[in-house]
């Protein structure tokens, strides 16, 4: 991103490992946001964190592992459902502190049955701030059934 | 992206305001990822983050405008550049925690001269983590001198 100074909090912890692309800066988490584009059609997909964990095993199996804030642990994208993302390429940015993986994807990126996870986009008919559901509007297409897929 | 829950500190600060756009979730410093994609050629252009000012200025004026968290301010992307981003559309994941925003390039995204700031990808020729400068090559096309952009 353009913006690379890493935010330090007042007790910061030990800087992470250094991670298994030279030159990568993580955060103060150890994290670095992964943006995953199909390596086809361009369209982007999702937006995970990464580890340096999760990233040596995306860069040893091809196969997309991020890591969860929330269960803190190290998944593979598409664990349950199927829908792994087969890496392409992994490119960075002037600062290096963010990743842009292009992916051929299996199935579809997001769990709740849409192609991207990005299907809501801002509906200009709807003007921001008018209430809690206002704003947004569905345009992603649904490829699959979440209750099928994630009940298996 | 995936991952929804946000990072509580042990200091937890108050939560920051309602963002502009209803259902939106900032994250403990009160500030969103944006990717930003070209609405053309699909290229992902860079990533950067917003708070609620800049994501209002955005919707307002339909320029890019992101927090700089070294700088702790407001940016207009392209001030000093005269690189600024017409805003074509704004999508949000299914959690709802970052943006994708489309928009139409003038000149490059990257203040280093390329079209994109992902100008480096990993060289699958040098090993990761065989040396400081290894594992990245520059794949982007530099568009300007950035010498002479910001000299002006």
Redesign the interface.
């Known amino acids: 991103?353009?913006?690379?100074?890493p935010?330090q909090?007042?007790?910061a912890p030990p800087a992470p490992p250094?991670p298994?692309?030279?030159?990568l800066k993580l955060d103060a988490?150890g994290l670095i946001?992964a943006?995953i584009?199909d390596h086809k059609?361009?369209?982007?997909l999702?937006?995970?964190?990464m580890n340096c964990d999760s990233l040596a095993r995306t860069?040893e199996t091809k196969k997309t592992h991020?890591f969860?804030?929330?269960?803190n642990k190290l998944w593979l994208?598409g664990e349950s459902s199927g829908h792994v993302q087969h890496v392409k390429?992994?490119?960075?940015?002037?600062?290096?502190d963010?990743l842009?993986i292009k992916v051929e994807q299996v199935g579809a990126a997001?769990?709740?049955g849409?192609e991207s996870?990005?299907?809501?986009?801002?509906d200009p008919l709807v003007p921001?701030?008018s209430?809690?559901?206002?704003?947004?509007k569905v345009?992603g297409k649904l490829v699959f059934d979440p209750k099928k897929v994630y009940a298996k």
């Open positions: 991103m353009m913006d690379s100074m935010q909090s007042s007790s250094d298994p692309l030279a030159g988490n946001p943006i584009q059609t361009g369209q982007v999702m937006m995970a964190w860069l991020f969860s804030r929330s269960r994208k390429s992994v490119a960075t940015d002037c600062d290096q963010v842009l997001c769990h709740e849409y996870c990005f299907f809501r986009e801002m921001a701030g209430g809690e559901a206002s704003g947004w345009v």
